[in-house]
């Protein structure tokens, strides 16, 4: 079991960027394949993007490609989000989660972190 903690949360201004970071846990946080999802208000959890244990592979839903970039630092046991472009659509709580590789299913993730906000204004 790996414990997650999210930050990086904030309220920025559309066109604006943040970046999200998730620290792990544990001694083996190299071998997790970790995602990122997001919740708005009155809406289900949906995926965001993911990226292998290697971080040789990522993928991004079709509403952040151009936008978001995930990456992971294995030595720090940190996953981020990088987001720029931001839109008001965007504003969510934003979770990170342990997975299966590059899987954009929720019900398939565990170990989910507390979660922070992102606010986008228009």
């Known amino acids: 079991q790996v414990q997650l903690v999210e930050s990086g949360g904030g309220l920025v201004q559309a066109g604006g960027s943040l970046r999200l970071s998730c620290a792990a846990s544990?001694?083996?946080?190299?071998?997790?394949?970790m995602g990122w999802f997001r919740q708005a208000p009155g809406k289900e959890r949906e995926f965001v993007a993911s990226?292998?244990?290697?971080?040789?592979?990522?993928r991004y839903t079709d509403s952040v490609k151009g936008r978001f970039t995930i990456s992971r630092d294995n030595a720090g046991s940190t996953a981020y989000l990088q987001m720029n472009s931001l839109k008001p659509e965007d504003t969510a709580v934003y979770f990170c989660?342990?997975?299966?590789?590059?899987?954009?299913?929720?019900?398939?993730?565990?170990?989910w972190g507390q979660g922070t906000q992102v606010t986008v204004s228009s």
């Open positions: 544990g001694r083996i946080f190299s071998t997790y394949n």
């Open positions: 989660a342990v997975g299966p590789p590059l899987s954009s299913n929720p019900r398939l993730y565990h170990d």
């Open positions: 990226i292998a244990w290697s971080a040789g592979s990522t």
